[in-house]
């Protein structure tokens, strides 16, 4: 039993579809948490099947994942970008088996090329890749959660999980997501993803110097 937990901003095209590609999954749980979207995120959501929690006012990824493991039912826990397509149930359970297994995460990449990196950087888990696919034990947020603000969400994540025990990297081929500037526009989407940049930059200083983050 797992439960997968799905932040969402703005994602009315893609969200029934991510919902779609999970729900079915015997043994899943599917929270969306809409980040306070002024589209019909919540609405599409719903209608694919998910349980729904709405944020009064965009509050961030981190915090939008918080809310959903606070509603989540079971300790495994899977996280899913609500932007992703080509997810299905072989690809869904690859992500939890490893964590079944005995691992504490097991982070999913698109691109072979990157697996091929992270398998070679186990080492330095903060500079790896960092993936919005990824399935973990719920002790594992626990101990990241502090330092969870904006994107810096799979900086402490990665982190984290690393003292706790192992991470398993593997390749999701398949998917593809719709990038910042084409959701939201060529300059908002520069913007947002400089933000990103700037999150991730001083989120692995702020997990490497111990100082929590206030969200």
Known sequence: ??????????????????????AAVAGSEVVVVDDGSRDATAAEARRAGARVIELGRNRGKGYAL???????RHDLLVFLDADVTGMDEEKLLSLVRPVRNGAVM????????FH????????????????????????VWQ???RHCRGYRVEVALNYFASRLGEIEYIHL??????????????????????????????GTVAVRLGRSARR
Do not use: Y
């Open 143 to 145: 101990a990241a959660r």
């Open 106 to 113: 097991c982070v999913g990449v698109r691109h072979a090329v």
């Open 66 to 72: 918080e809310a959903g493991v606070r509603a989540s």
């Open 173 to 202: 081929p398949g998917l593809s997501h719709r990038i910042k500037e084409e959701k939201r526009g060529l300059v908002p989407g520069m913007q947002q993803r400089l933000r990103m940049v700037a999150d991730i930059v001083t």
């Open 1 to 22: 039993m797992f439960t997968v937990v799905i932040p969402a901003f703005e994602e009315a095209e893609t969200i029934g579809a991510a919902v779609r590609s999970v």
């Open 116 to 139: 091929h990196m992270n398998r070679s950087l186990r080492w330095l888990p903060v500079i790896a890749k960092l993936s919005g696919q990824r399935c973990m034990r719920r002790q």
